[in-house]
């Protein structure tokens, strides 16, 4: 069974450009995270969606951050303008539904802003 | 913000020997979980306890709870160069999903 799928796996941008990233769950998983783990820390939620509908966004930055999950499957996190402290590693988890214990991590996206 | 405290940020043992990592948290949990994550992936789940479990074994780990004094910890014996790796608990609460608060985590490095 193929696990969360994230891309790109790094990405450089320079101030002020767009950015986004992609994730599949696993097949069946109706619930999907986007955490961020900036170096040496672990890491923190910051949207989680049921199905398409996004359920917990309370710390994403809506000023520059957006996400989508529109079939209700993959889903797209993006920043635009990003900023220097964006650089971060972003991960994507899944579980089959909301109260399901376990969540299922991908490899993340390490995000470089320069 | 970030519910629990590992102790030690950093530990460094010969293979071989016993790793233990411990993780303090703040308010009333209904789980918590222990997650590893090696350098540059994703992190993976490594063992649940429920808030009314004391002790639970899985191959080489053993985690312990004491909701009494918020704490956990786990035990990885008999290291092996391969569980060098930065160690997470998680507090998981339900209330209608299930919300995981990461610690700070754990670097684990096993020398050869």
């Known amino acids: 069974e193929a696990g969360v799928v994230q891309s790109p796996r790094y990405k450089i941008i320079e101030k002020k450009q767009p950015v986004a990233f992609w994730c599949n769950p696993i097949s069946g998983h109706n619930t999907l995270y986007w955490y961020l783990q900036n170096l040496g820390q672990g890491p923190e939620l910051l949207i989680r969606?049921?199905?398409?509908?996004?359920?917990?966004d309370s710390q994403l930055p809506k000023d520059r951050f957006s996400a989508e999950r529109l079939k209700g499957v993959d889903s797209t996190l993006k920043i635009q303008p990003a900023e220097l402290g964006d650089s971060a590693v972003y991960l994507c988890?899944?579980?089959?539904?909301?109260?399901?214990?376990?969540?299922?991590f991908g490899p993340g996206t390490r995000l470089l802003v320069l | 913000s970030q519910q629990g405290e590992e102790d030690p940020q950093a530990l460094s043992i010969q293979e071989g020997e016993n790793a233990t990592m411990n993780c303090s948290y703040k308010?009333?949990?209904?789980?918590l979980q222990w997650y590893r994550q090696n350098s540059g992936r994703g992190l993976v789940h490594l063992i649940l306890?429920?808030?009314?479990?004391r002790e639970k074994h899985s191959g080489r780990l053993r985690v312990t709870l004491d909701t009494s004094k918020k704490s956990s910890s786990l035990l990885i014996t008999a290291s092996r160069a391969a569980d060098t790796a930065s160690y997470f608990c998680a507090t998981g609460l339900i209330q209608g999903a299930q919300k995981l608060v990461f610690g700070q985590g754990t670097r684990l490095t096993i020398n050869p």
């Open positions: 306890i429920r808030s009314n479990e």
């Open positions: 969606y049921e199905n398409e509908e996004a359920v917990d």
């Open positions: 988890a899944s579980s089959l539904e909301a109260s399901e214990e376990t969540q299922y």
């Open positions: 308010t009333s949990i209904n789980n």
